[in-house]
Nanobody, 117 residues
């Protein structure tokens, strides 16, 4: 099993920045991809950004140029640097990981990000 613990959410004014962190523990050697999803009220959970073990990144269009995902494999931690935040970024952000011989996905408990205008 893999456990994911997020930190770094909070309240920020529009135009501000936040950095989310997600630390993995347990069978971390089985993790391939890590990433962040978010879920706004009344909407489905959607991918924000992901990163492979080798560092290849993917972003949803709405965050390109504003958010940066990074990963420290030695610390089993993934980060999401969020700049130029706006109200549409308000959501619960979930850390995600996948891997294993039989593909398995794991989720963190979520951290709230609220952007005030």
């Amino acid at each position: 099993q893999v456990q994911l613990v997020e930190s770094g959410g909070g309240l920020v004014q529009a135009g501000g920045s936040l950095r989310l962190s997600c630390a993995a523990s347990g069978r971390v050697f089985s993790i391939n991809n890590m990433g962040w999803y978010r879920q706004a009220p009344g909407k489905q959970r959607a991918l924000v950004a992901s990163i492979t073990r080798g560092g290849q990144t993917t972003y949803t269009d709405s965050v390109k140029g504003r958010f940066t995902i990074s990963r420290d494999n030695a610390k089993n931690t993934v980060y999401l640097q969020m700049n130029s935040l706006n109200s549409e970024d308000t959501a619960v952000y979930y850390c995600h990981a996948d891997g294993g011989i039989i593909l398995t996905t794991w989720w963190g408990q979520g951290t709230q990000v609220t952007v005030s205008s």
